[in-house]
């Protein structure tokens, strides 16, 4: 009877703000989704309703009187570390925002003013977090109980103890399950972070995609082992992801074109990047290839102005790809680079901005690539959510019009994935054409 009760309850979200104005819109919003709300007004109060409350979820503002977010959040923190923490703040808090996510490990922050699907997005990733988290819980509680009465039936005749073996078997059946969705389930939260930024428009919109693949198809090259490429490729995914800070003014124009404060602002964003990463756990090399993907070989760029190889090799790497794809997207240089042209801007600056070696790997690898590129659209063809079939294999990431991410590259699809698609498009009024490789269409 508890296992169904736990099963429909509903997940409590705590609002911490003195402005009530700010509650009561949130309040609003948010009971759209069937939310359990409790509103407090100050600091003391939150900590007081968490006494007495099982809440799952926190949403506080920065500025309050007596006890600031930051603050809150982290004696939150220590009362229950598992509930999940959100940040509500102001463009000029940036230094305390930096602070609380490493003192207080918040899940994310948001600024004001915020956008009520962006925020509403925010609350159900935060929330599929802590019912992961929860998961995990409860696996771990069986393991125990498993471990305790595998003791008690070693005990007990050999009959018993082939019969519990079966069981533990189809436990470490489940726990191996379990595994795979979190492995999948992370990715697809680091996705789902850089299609935010994507989300912001302008020049931004696939560029972190772009440049993901790239690195990923570099790094291969350079023979770097399986966990030096997955930290180049989620720092490629998520390098842009302190932008989300920028005003739209300063995205929407080409580098060449920004004000000297502008461009100052701009460069920021690497190290805010970085800053919303270091309470991440084995982040640390994906953390740094973001800070110093701007650097320059000859150590003219930024923020620590490091030269050469103390440069890291992954930072190295990301310079290039981002370069490349930003010539040609018109983010550098009002001017959009050709192809041709973007790869004679790379060796006329390697040496300078670029190490010389990655370079000339990645110029090579490209020019080769033209071929391969026409083969590659062979193997990918885009079908309908009806023409599609289980054992189907996603050639590309699959989004929404309005860029919310769907599925991820390599998916195998089934039955209940294709029925889900088709109940989406369904209820969004909107047709999807998914990509599939070719080799595995019946």
Do not use: C
């Not at 440049?211 to 790094?219: F, G, M, Q």
């Not at 070696?357 to 690898?365: E, G, N, P, R, T």
Request: net charge positive.
């Amino acid at each position: 009877m508890s296992e169904q009760n736990q099963e429909i309850k509903k997940f409590s979200i705590l609002l911490v703000d003195d402005e009530k104005n700010i509650t009561s819109s949130l309040n609003r919003l948010l009971r759209k989704d069937n939310y359990e709300i409790h509103i407090a007004g100050s600091g003391l109060e939150g900590l007081a309703m968490l006494e007495n409350n099982n809440i799952d979820l926190i949403v506080s503002d920065m500025r309050m009187p007596h006890m600031d977010g930051a603050e809150f959040l982290k004696k939150a923190k220590v009362m229950d570390e598992k509930i999940i923490r959100i940040l509500l703040t102001g463009y000029s808090d940036m230094s305390s925002t930096i602070s609380a996510i490493n003192d207080a490990e918040i899940f994310r922050y948001i600024s004001k003013p915020w956008n009520d699907d962006d925020f509403r997005l925010t609350i159900r990733r935060g929330l599929e977090l802590r019912s992961l988290g929860q998961e995990r819980i409860r696996l771990k509680k069986l393991t125990d109980k498993q471990n305790e009465e595998l003791i008690s039936l070693n005990k007990n005749l050999e009959s018993k103890v082939e019969l519990r073996t079966q069981k533990i078997e189809s436990m470490m059946d489940e726990l191996r399950e379990s595994s795979d969705i979190v492995k999948k389930n992370y990715l697809y939260i680091i996705k789902t972070f850089s299609s935010l930024t994507d989300m912001r428009g302008g020049h931004l919109e696939g560029h972190s995609r772009r440049v993901a693949d790239n690195a990923r198809k570099l790094a291969t090259l350079l023979k770097l082992n399986s966990k030096q490429i997955q930290d180049i490729f989620f720092g490629s995914l998520l390098h842009d992801i302190g932008k989300i800070g920028l005003s739209d003014d300063i995205l929407s124009r080409s580098q060449s074109l920004l004000t000297a404060t502008e461009l100052a602002e701009k460069k920021k964003h690497s190290v805010w990047g970085e800053g919303l990463l270091l309470g991440m756990e084995n982040f640390q090399n994906v953390s740094s290839i973001i800070r110093h993907h701007h650097e320059r070989y000859d150590g003219t760029g930024y923020p620590d102005q490091l030269s050469g190889e103390d440069i890291p090799l992954g930072a190295r790497v990301l310079a290039i790809v981002n370069d490349f794809d930003g010539l040609q997207s018109g983010a550098l240089y009002q001017k959009r680079h050709s192809i041709d042209e973007a790869i004679i801007y790379l060796k006329k600056h390697q040496q300078s901005y670029y190490d010389p070696k990655i370079v000339k790997l990645f110029v090579s690898q490209f020019k080769m690539g033209k071929n391969e590129k026409q083969g590659d659209f062979k193997t990918k063809k885009g079908l309908f959510t009806s023409q599609l079939k289980p054992g189907m294999v996603l050639s590309q990431d699959l989004f929404t019009k309005d860029r919310m991410l769907l599925l991820t590259k390599g998916q195998i699809l089934n039955t209940t994935i294709i029925n889900r698609l088709v109940h989406h498009e369904n209820t969004m009024k909107e047709i999807f054409t998914v990509k599939i490789t070719v080799s595995l269409v019946k």
